[in-house]
């Protein structure tokens, strides 16, 4: 069950704002509140796709790996985030494993019941595919950064990525990250990793100590990640 607050929370949200609204109070009747501590399971890769969910605190890692556990996906996403878009209207099951970087508060719903009443709304479904075209440029830009650019500079572009979608507030990552998942964020490994941080720490860029990342040089990263 949601309260009050978190009920008019929910319903000024972009996801849920153009839902008539004596459909989103049916749906509201099921909505679930959860707190969940750093390192649990939201959902793994291959769950039945049943709930959706609306990220009100804290900070998710969503992973993904192909069948030999070789090669991997990894994302953040961040606080007022509703996910998965991924197979809305269509997929079953789940693409990837979500996990909490952060303590976590969070709201889940029914996906069904998502779905079948965004079908009712014109304005609800211009809403999703907008935002699933926003998810698939900014998969395609991480893309073209995989296969276009040098292993050094993946790196810095996925430091770029991070500081733009993460790090608008202030210049601090609001969670650590490791070497390891720096690695996998810029499809190289952890020598190229340690290698280009040290030579941004050196350059007054960045501070990197205990997995935490500041970001000294903002504009150095956005004009980046704008390739300017």
Same mark, same amino acid.
């Given at each position: ?147 276009? %650019?040098?292993?050094? #500079?993946? $790196?810095? +572009?996925? !430091?770029?990525? @991070?500081?733009? /979608? ?20 810029? %499809?190289?490994?952890? #020598?190229? $990793?340690? +290698?280009? !941080?040290?030579? @941004?720490?050196? /350059? ?25």
């Amino acid at each position: 069950m949601i309260n009050k607050e978190h009920y008019h929370y929910i319903r000024q949200h972009q996801a849920f704002a153009n839902l008539p609204v004596e459909l989103f109070d049916k749906l509201a009747v099921e909505i679930q509140y959860r707190r969940i501590p750093k390192g649990q399971i939201i959902f793994f890769a291959g769950d039945r796709r049943e709930r959706l969910f609306l990220l009100y605190q804290g900070y998710v890692r969503i992973e993904q790996y192909d069948s030999t556990d070789t090669f991997s996906y990894m994302d953040y996403v961040k606080k007022g985030s509703v996910f998965p878009y991924g197979g809305m209207f269509f997929d079953e099951r789940y693409h990837y494993t979500a996990s909490a970087v952060t303590n976590v508060e969070y709201f889940s719903l029914p996906i069904d019941l998502f779905e079948a009443y965004s079908k009712q709304s014109v304005s609800q479904l211009l809403f999703i595919t907008k935002r699933l075209s926003q998810i698939l440029e900014f998969q395609e830009l991480r893309l073209r950064n995989v296969v276009s %650019a040098s292993a050094t #500079e993946r $790196v810095v +572009q996925s !430091l770029s990525i @991070l500081c733009m /979608d993460l790090c608008q507030e202030s210049g601090r990552l609001p969670f650590p990250i490791s070497m390891k998942e720096l690695a996998k964020l810029g %499809a190289t490994t952890r #020598e190229t $990793v340690n +290698q280009v !941080l040290k030579k @941004l720490r050196d /350059d007054g860029r960045i501070d990197y100590e205990h997995k935490l990342l500041t970001f000294k040089d903002k504009d150095f990263f956005m004009k980046y990640f704008r390739g300017s």
